[in-house]
């Protein structure tokens, strides 16, 4: 089957069919293999993407602008204060005086493709990022890249099962364990979002781990039981830190993430709530427990907290290679998208 995607803009997996998200995973291991490829090098020649960003980042940034550069494009840095700025109904800020109708038809005249990185602490409430940058979309016939959004994250899950095939090969029928960690740094859904779904979506039994009162958001879990259904796969949900843990158990995905009335408490309540539970932590000796079980994490890493550094820094860590499949997924995606390369799966 040969799968086209262009002018498509990439907000969440689960939007994408198993075949793209085959092709954009089949395409950014062969541009791993073959970094600067005659093939590749000139795909995105004279044009520019625009990166804008409303949250800070090391990853993303330097990944997508790297990107365009291995393409043979360029990649321009937006931030809302370099705008002129104004409220909207999605809480944030945007050009004073323009709608996003008008900007985002204008900056569709420049550039072949934009990306968007608008994180809770950006908005009001929770869904606006997304509701945002679905906005962008529709004005925007040059495809929306989402760099991550209050809701999803989806180079990172991407990234993820590119990272876990690389070690482990087929995903079909393995146990991936995604555990709440405690922290300092109330972190967002969008990367734990996006891994549950696509891992379910790949034929993974999940098992969900977290203290009582850190539920994730009903619409998204509701998703990933349906994904694990249609593939006849375990979704399980447990409580305890220790018991999450288990033989059958092949990556560990220790992270921490707020509690659902975060926007109304707060980042300073949560943070002083989420650092007491320090049993919720992914170490060695839980690690042991595992099918030799591989760390899996979407960086940045709150060592100590969410994971111990004997983990994070040891041979079952594969959150570095995770992290530059990001340059890799991220460049089949605009090769796919912006530049039309159709790939064959
Ligand atoms: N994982 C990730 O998106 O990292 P950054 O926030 O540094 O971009």
Not at 14 to 22: H, R, S
Not at 124 to 152: H, Q
Request: with cysteine; charged share 30%.
């Amino acid at each position: 089957m040969l799968i086209d995607i262009k002018g498509k803009d990439v907000i969440c997996t689960q939007e994408l069919t198993l075949p793209q998200i085959e092709a954009i995973l089949k395409l950014a291991k062969e541009m791993k293999a073959d970094r600067f490829g005659e093939k590749y090098i000139e795909l995105l020649k004279d044009k520019t993407f625009l990166m804008f960003f409303f949250n800070p980042s090391l990853r993303t940034r330097i990944s997508f602008e790297a990107a365009a550069t291995e393409l043979g494009g360029h990649a321009q840095f937006l931030e809302p204060k370099t705008m002129r700025l104004k409220k909207t109904s999605h809480g944030v800020e945007v050009q004073a005086g323009e709608t996003i109708e008008d900007a985002a038809q204008v900056l569709d005249r420049y550039a072949c493709g934009m990306g968007i990185r608008i994180l809770e602490t950006s908005v009001e409430n929770y869904g606006d990022g997304d509701a945002l940058l679905r906005e962008y979309a529709r004005w925007m016939d040059a495809p929306i890249i989402n760099m991550a959004d209050d809701k999803y994250h989806p180079c990172q899950g991407l990234s993820d099962v590119m990272g876990m095939q690389e070690h482990k090969g087929d995903l079909t029928g393995k146990t991936v364990l995604m555990t709440w960690a405690h922290g300092s740094l109330a972190r967002s859904y969008c990367s734990v979002h996006e891994n549950l779904l696509i891992t379910s979506r790949m034929g993974m039994n999940v098992r969900l781990a977290y203290p009582k009162g850190y539920d994730l958001p009903k619409e998204e879990i509701e998703k990933v039981k349906t994904n694990c259904e249609k593939n006849g796969r375990k979704f399980e949900i447990c409580h305890d830190p220790d018991e999450a843990y288990t033989h059958d158990v092949e990556f560990v995905y220790s992270r921490n993430w707020f509690g659902p009335d975060f926007y109304e408490i707060g980042k300073k309540v949560e943070i002083e709530r989420a650092s007491k539970l320090t049993d919720w932590i992914c170490n060695e000796e839980r690690m042991k427990r595992t099918n030799n079980g591989l760390f899996v994490h979407p960086m940045p890493v709150d060592r100590g907290k969410e994971v111990t550094d004997e983990v994070a820094s040891g041979p079952r860590s594969i959150i570095v290679d995770i992290a530059e499949n990001r340059l890799h997924t991220q460049k089949a995606i605009m090769a796919m998208t912006i530049a039309g390369m159709k790939v064959e799966v």
